[in-house]
């Protein structure tokens, strides 16, 4: 069987994409064949380039117009898109043509803290602000409706009375980096590998 090619989507510094990149730079089943960021300074591509992955910088007009994405994502053949700190909404034609092959990273346990406006930092504060005594990450299919698809996995960690939105956030990311390549790796071998 060829590699899968996937393609991670980033809008921000990169963490989760450098940990997928390195995660999955040995396997004989998965390659991260290209990087796109909606910004052109974010930290995720100088972490892609170090890596030696492709990357490509698609303005909001790009990003839905078809006729540009489209040849892209051929261009590297890509067979599965990532989420991973991605904050514009994913166009229709994507979804489409990608059918349960686009999944989304959330730094919260999924129905709670999802929708627009609810990433990064945001999530944390609610999740403090409400006085939960957990917190997690969800991986789900990419839906048109936002943080709506269907739950892949979830993890869970405890929270403190005294934990910072800092402390919640570490404590997130920290399930983030052990289960995400995991994650992925599971969902491509389930479509990928019948």
Known sequence: MDKVNIAIFVSGSGTNCEN???YFKDSDKVCCALVVSNKADAY???????????TAVTSKVQLNDEQVMMPLLRQYNIDFIVLAGFLPLIPNFLID???RRIVNLHPALLPKYGGKGMWGH???EAVKEA???ETGMT???VTPVCDSGEIIAQYRVALLPTDTVSDIAEKEHLLEIQY???IIEQVISQIFCR
């Open 139 to 141: 991986v789900h299919y």
């Open 131 to 133: 006085g939960e005594t």
């Open 44 to 54: 995720g591509l100088v972490r892609a380039e170090r890596l030696g992955v492709p």
């Open 20 to 22: 997928l990149i390195r």
């Open 122 to 124: 945001h999530v944390h």
């Open 97 to 99: 043509a990608y059918p």
């Open 180 to 182: 995400f390549p995991l």
